[in-house]
């Protein structure tokens, strides 16, 4: 009985260790190494189970794995690209960057330039996008055709979209929305929803995405059309509707491992939630590695879990997050110069075109000498015309960052950087014909600081700047992006807020009050309260008037012993909290 109990156990271990030599030998076989046209499909259609495999025939070193190093390298970024918690490739991103040239297959140039343009924006090193984007623009996309072309086209939107070039990204995708390929079609509806020529556009985009092609594609791309319609629900005021299409977009990213959708949408949720749904998005967000969102995205949660910390009185925090905030967007602030430098860089690119073309005729004049007279004298004209149109191009440029560079000094107020009166005074007037023509309401609100005479009398002008410049840092970190504070006069503040209720001013005045109490003048903190006026805007009343009336509940707040909000009867609580 004893040998008989032996034998048995060890034919079920045999059993048992051949069954999974048998299982790993089976997924190995189906785990066959891809080409190069398989992988550029895969990632070009986001079909990320496909690419998957690649890594699972990497895992058996079979031999028979031939798959090129530049294709295991690509796709490595790219799955990364799509799901953080994969290790970094950054010695991938090094290699095939090393390894880079224009006597490549163009799609397979085109595919690895992008990619590396792409993780090139994630990790801040947007010298390096930007050069390899015009390396797309400029070197690739003529010379390409048929779906490659679309799916290139695409790619460069994609990153043109990222860093505010929406002019490019509708050029380019607009005649993309009719492509017979559903992934194409669908990829460019998706960015182009961002960024809409018009309201015909808007419709003809949420067609496609509304569309029953969408089924076919692959369920990363499904996942983003949800996420993108969610969106769109909530601007059209339908809250349960909008909910469903982020649980669809969570479920899809999930079920295929793409963090950055799952991402996408706590971003989202966190922005323009309720307030349930904004600080579960914000923990998880919190909740995420340091790597995992761009500087603009660490940015926003930086500031919300300031305001977060403002709320709960916790001062320490709330000072750690400001001074974070004010390192991001140092980071975000440089990025934006570099894209506008790029647009530069643009138009210079296009005068040396001109150029070569006129040193391209001067040639072509020298074979045609003995010819004609006539002749002659046409192609000199011609030469002398591009000449003309290369100068009047280059000095356009010049022409195009004097007049920028002084635009941004006769609209900015110099102690505080902050637009000054005039330059604020126009953003109300331009608010109100919005509100005239779509009726969204906007609320001026003019603000001044309390006993400000004092604090210069007491502590000198330096102080008093100190306390002007602090006042004017933290009021922008708590506004919106679309919101926009002057410098009204002396230490008198406008805000102008569009798409706003008179009821949401109370929030914004009990944080700044919270932002600004203390101000360290460098020997000591200074206790600082303020008063503001604020009215919400009618189709009757013009900007001057408006700000009139929010002058004359300033100083209503002033009479009232300060420290507080002052609107029109009955339109807001304006009684602060007492500590």
């Known amino acids: 009985m004893l040998v008989n109990a032996v034998i048995t156990s060890c034919l079920c271990v045999v059993t048992l260790l051949f069954s999974a030599g ?42 028979a794995n031939t798959t090129p190093s530049q294709l295991n390298d690509a796709i490595d970024i790219y799955l990364y690209l799509q799901d953080f918690s994969r290790p970094d490739p950054v010695a991938s991103a090094e290699r095939l960057l090393s390894q880079l040239s224009l006597n490549q297959n163009l799609d397979q140039l085109a ?24 390396l797309l623009t400029s070197e690739i996309l003529p010379n390409m055709s048929g779906e490659s072309l679309a799916f290139a086209q695409i790619a460069v939107a994609d990153i043109h979209a990222k860093i505010g070039f929406f002019q490019s990204v509708r050029d380019l995708l607009t005649p993309l929305l009719n492509h017979s390929v559903p992934a194409i079609a669908i990829q460019s509806a998706i960015n182009l929803w961002h960024a809409p020529r018009d309201e015909t556009q808007l419709s003809d985009v949420l067609s496609v995405l509304r569309s029953n092609t969408v089924q076919s594609v692959s369920l990363p791309l499904q996942a983003r ?44 949720q966190a922005q323009h939630g309720s307030d349930n749904s904004s600080e ?53 602030t440089r990025n934006k110069a570099l894209a506008r430098e790029y647009a530069s860089f643009q138009l210079i690119e296009q005068a040396k075109a001109l150029e070569a073309a006129r040193q391209e005729s001067e040639l072509q004049s020298l074979k045609v ?51 000054n009166r005039r330059a604020v005074q ?38 008093g700047d100190i306390v002007l410049t602090t006042f004017a840092e933290r009021a922008k970190l708590l506004i919106r992006q679309h919101d926009a504070v002057g410098r ?10 569009p798409a706003t209720e008179i009821s949401a001013v109370q929030g ?72």
């Not at 299982?23 to 895969?42: D, F, G, K, M, Y």
């Not at 009204?488 to 807020?497: A, D, I, Y």
């Open 22 to 63: 048998l299982s790993a030998q089976t997924r190995c076989e189906h785990a066959l190494p891809l080409s190069e046209i398989t992988v550029n499909r895969a990632i070009n259609e986001h079909d990320i189970p496909l690419l998957q495999e690649s890594i699972s025939a990497r895992a058996c070193d079979d031999p």
């Open 111 to 134: 595919l690895y330039t992008q990619l590396l343009a792409q993780y090139s924006l994630h990790t801040d090193d947007v010298k390096q996008a930007l050069a390899l984007t015009h």
């Open 225 to 268: 059309v949800a996420l993108v319609l969610g969106k769109q629900a909530e601007e059209d005021n339908q809250p349960q509707l909008a909910a469903a299409y982020f649980t669809q977009a969570q479920n899809l990213a999930k079920q295929v491992g793409q963090t950055t959708l799952q991402t996408a949408v706590w971003l989202y």
């Open 280 to 332: 579960a998005a914000i923990q998880q967000l919190n909740a995420l590695p340091e790597g995992m969102l761009s500087s603009a995205d660490k940015l926003s949660l930086t500031t919300m879990n300031a305001n977060r910390a403002q709320a709960r009185n916790d001062w320490q925090a709330s000072t750690g997050y400001y001074e974070k905030a004010q390192t991001l967007n140092q980071v975000v």
């Open 369 to 419: 000498e003995k010819q004609s007279q006539q002749q002659l004298i046409y192609l000199l004209a011609l030469v002398c015309s591009l000449l003309c149109l290369a100068m009047v191009i280059l000095l356009f440029v010049r022409k195009y960052k004097d007049a920028k560079r002084f635009e941004h000094l006769a609209n900015t107020d110099g102690l505080t950087q902050v637009l």
């Open 426 to 463: 126009d953003y109300a007037g331009q608010v109100r014909k919005e509100f005239l023509h779509n009726n969204k309401p906007f609320v001026l609100a003019l603000a001044d600081i309390d006993h400000f005479k004092s604090v210069n009398d007491t502590y000198g002008h330096d102080a």
């Open 488 to 497: 009204w006069g002396g230490e008198e503040w406008l805000f102008v807020l």
């Open 508 to 579: 914004l005045f009990e944080r700044l009050r919270k932002a600004v109490a203390e101000v360290d003048i460098g020997t000591q903190t200074l206790n600082i309260t303020f008063s503001m006026g604020a009215v919400q805007a009618n189709r009757q009343t013009e900007v001057i008037t408006l700000i009139n009336q929010a002058d004359e509940l300033l100083y209503k707040a002033k009479r009232n012993g300060r420290d507080q909000l002052c609107v029109p009867n009955g339109q807001a609580d304006t009684t602060p909290d007492v500590p």
